[in-house]
T-cell receptor, first 109, second 113 residues
Framework: GEDVEQSLFLSVREGDSSVINCTYT??????LYWYKQEPGAGLQLLTY?????DMKQDQRLTVLLNKKDKHLSLRIADTQTGDSAIYFC?????????FGAGTTVTVRA | SQTIHQWPATLVQPVGSPLSLECTVE??????LYWYRQAAGRGLQLLFY??????ISSEVPQNLSASRPQDRQFILSSKKLLLSDSGFYLC????????????FGEGSRLTVL
């Protein structure tokens, strides 16, 4: 089955790194995703990683995948106030994406 | 480039009234279309998806229905709204590619009173 879990809240100081964690259960998932949702808006695709990769880096974002433990993380370097949002982890199923509940990231000065 | 629009952005409706939320996609053909609902403080629940005109699959039994009258149009409806239908409704499109990512509209906030 498909079940994606994330911690609900993360508070981080501006300039520090943020690490958002996610676990999933479907070992057959080929792709895993991170989405960002700003208040009152839709979801914006940040990045995705193929299941045969361990790491993917894109500017300030680093995705780490531990397929053995079914653990996915998103690291945001030099976190800025504009990074305050809800971050969703998702896994690819046969015809849909299954999402976690989202991690609300609050950046404090 | 592809764009997705959904409307209305905000809707306040009384219990028992009908609902129609509309979503259209531009810049692509034969997309897969999706309706998700995001309840307050919770994740996204897939309600319906469609792989073609007139083809609708429902994920959960509920008070809502969906239709796809045209290739790039997806409509979410209800004949009689319940209080529990309140939430943030998101339309998304995707292609049947290996990467499988979805692209979301800006959402429609429904409050049922």
């Amino acid at each position: 089955g498909e079940d994606v879990e994330q911690s609900l809240f993360l508070s981080v100081r501006e300039g520090d790194s943020s690490v958002i964690n996610c676990t999933y259960t479907d070992s057959s998932s080929t792709y895993l995703y991170w989405y960002k949702q700003e208040p009152g808006a839709g979801l914006q695709l940040l990045t995705y990683i193929f299941s045969n990769m361990d790491m993917k880096q894109d500017q300030r974002l680093t995705v780490l995948l531990n397929k053995k433990d079914k653990h996915l993380s998103l690291r945001i370097a030099d976190t800025q106030t504009g990074d305050s949002a809800i971050y969703f982890c998702a896994e690819k199923g046969d015809y849909k994406l299954s999402f976690g509940a989202g991690t609300t990231v609050t950046v404090r000065a | 480039s592809q764009t997705i629009h959904q409307w209305p952005a905000t809707l306040v409706q009384p219990v028992g009234s009908p609902l129609s939320l509309e979503c259209t996609v531009e810049g692509t053909s034969n997309p897969n279309l999706y309706w998700y609902r995001q309840a307050a403080g919770r994740g996204l629940q897939l309600l319906f998806y469609s792989v073609g005109i007139g083809q609708i699959s429902s994920e959960v039994p509920q008070n809502l229905s969906a239709s796809r009258p045209q290739d790039r149009q997806f409509i979410l409806s209800s004949k009689k709204l319940l209080l529990s239908d309140s939430g943030f409704y998101l339309c998304a499109w995707g292609k049947s590619t290996n990467t499988g990512e979805l692209f979301f509209g800006e959402g429609s906030r429904l409050t049922v009173l």
